[in-house]
């Protein structure tokens, strides 16, 4: 377990790490805010069925089963956070590479998964969003939203006509 300095010195140096899914290693890119949000966005579009306990009259296996079909939408947010978040503005040749090849982030969520099985993915996204600092981005985010709440509020000092 890597302590809180090689942590630290990992993202400000951004070293490439690795992660093990299975047996395949892959190079993790370095954790950025722009990693973090566009993981989110695609979690965002997983259905609420996907998200929700199991009903308590609903078999573990027809869940499973009937929320199969959205866990691409995994696949992809693991992609992100082994891939990183894409350029926001790509250059010319960024683009001209992504329509011959293909979205790098798509190509690898179809490869990993045909390899890997649900826990190693489960794991892997575990480990992978540790990296992200989640707790950091939300202590961020707390602190914004109590400088809105404590701003003074504006109170507009007019007056109004006197009724008829």
Do not use: N, W
Not at 27 to 35: D, E, I, N, W
Not at 116 to 145: K, N, P
């Amino acid at each position: 377990m890597a302590t809180t300095e090689t942590k630290t010195a990992d993202a400000i140096l951004q070293r490439v790490t690795e992660i093990t899914i299975g047996e395949e290693v892959y190079k993790v890119a370095p954790p950025t805010l722009a990693t973090l949000i566009s993981v989110s966005d695609e979690l965002s579009k997983l259905p609420d069925e996907m998200l929700e306990p199991a009903s308590e009259d609903s078999s573990a296996v027809i869940t499973a089963l009937r929320t199969a079909r959205h866990a691409h939408g995994l696949s992809r947010a693991i992609s992100l956070l082994i891939l990183g978040a894409p350029a926001p503005f790509p250059s010319m040749l960024e683009r001209v590479l992504r329509l011959l090849k293909g979205d790098p982030v798509e190509k690898l969520a179809r490869k990993i998964e045909a390899k890997h099985g649900v826990s190693d993915l489960a794991l892997a996204f575990l480990r992978l969003t540790e990296r992200l600092e989640v707790r950091d981005f939300f202590a961020l985010t707390t602190f914004l939203s109590a400088i809105r709440v404590a701003k003074p509020t504006k109170v507009e000092q007019t007056t109004t006509a006197r009724g008829l």
